[in-house]
């Protein structure tokens, strides 16, 4: 007597089907927002939308964003604030940022998703990684807002997680006043080289920080190629979301 067929829910078969585009995740930080001040600024966050839309036919395309032009949750904590308390201020901050990316997008015409860590539904989606995933299918950018929902993370870190939780093929750090990852600090050492590649095990036992360093943990342990590249430069955003070799590539071996 045969065995009878194992019948899955219609929910289990359910599974994320990738186009044949590349799918990245691009970390921003507040400072590229408020333009190297306290706020946003409307013609920066212009500039950036615009280099971003003219991606999206190509490129499937998610977004983190910091909120360090508005706080900084370790900064307020040093001043005697809770950093508990500090931290989810800060996660406030990126979702202002992410309402102004998704506006200036949306002038371009291009179809535009917030996921918010913390529910607020009135303005955002909750996350959802499937979700993503399936928006970026279908051609809308999704933009993750409130950082991890928890305090202590860095959105680095964040970056890192959802990349590997939308099954991104490469995470993209977008930084200011710096073009990659170099030997020490290039804004107080004027003998800092510029390294084209590296691995993550290198760069954590030469203690590069440029990024967080659990989010290089997390990518050195899963695999995830990321690169490092400097808005400052023409069109310097899109190159790096087309795949072209600009900045650092760190890699996992």
């Known amino acids: 007597m045969s065995e009878s067929p194992v019948h899955s829910s219609k929910h289990d078969q359910i599974s994320p089907v990738r186009t044949e585009r590349r799918r990245i995740l691009l970390k921003l930080s507040g400072e590229v927002f408020g333009g190297g001040t306290v706020g946003v600024d409307p013609d920066v966050v212009a500039a950036v939308a615009k280099e971003i839309a003219t991606c999206v036919p190509e490129v ?3 977004i983190v964003v910091g ?10 904590s040093q001043r005697g604030m809770d950093r508990t308390r500090a931290d989810y201020m800060g996660m406030l901050g990126t979702v202002m940022n ?16 917030v996921q918010s860590a913390i529910p607020m539904t ?20 999704v933009i993750f807002g ?3 929902g928890l305090p202590f993370f860095s959105t680095d870190t964040v970056a890192a997680q959802r990349a ?20 020490a600090d290039p804004k107080t050492d004027p003998t800092a080289e510029r390294i084209d590649s590296i691995t993550y095990q ?8 440029v990024v967080d360093a659990t989010a290089f ?3 050195m342990d899963n695999a995830l190629p990321m690169r490092v590249f400097g808005m400052q430069g023409e069109h310097n955003l899109r190159r790096a979301i087309a795949g072209e070799p600009i900045g650092t590539t760190v890699r996992g071996a």
């Open 60 to 62: 499937e395309i998610s």
């Open 67 to 76: 909120g360090g032009n508005f706080f900084r949750g370790a900064e307020l």
């Open 98 to 113: 992410c309402l102004a990316l998704q506006d200036f997008l949306e002038q371009q015409a291009v179809d535009t998703r």
């Open 122 to 141: 009135q303005v955002a989606e909750t996350y959802i990684p499937r979700r993503a995933m399936r928006h970026m299918e279908k051609g809308r950018v």
């Open 146 to 148: 409130a950082g991890a």
């Open 164 to 183: 590997l939780e939308i099954r991104a093929d490469e995470v993209l750090i977008a930084k200011k006043g710096v073009d990659g990852v170099y030997t």
């Open 202 to 209: 290198e760069a954590l036992q030469r203690g590069l920080k």
């Open 217 to 219: 943990s997390l990518c």
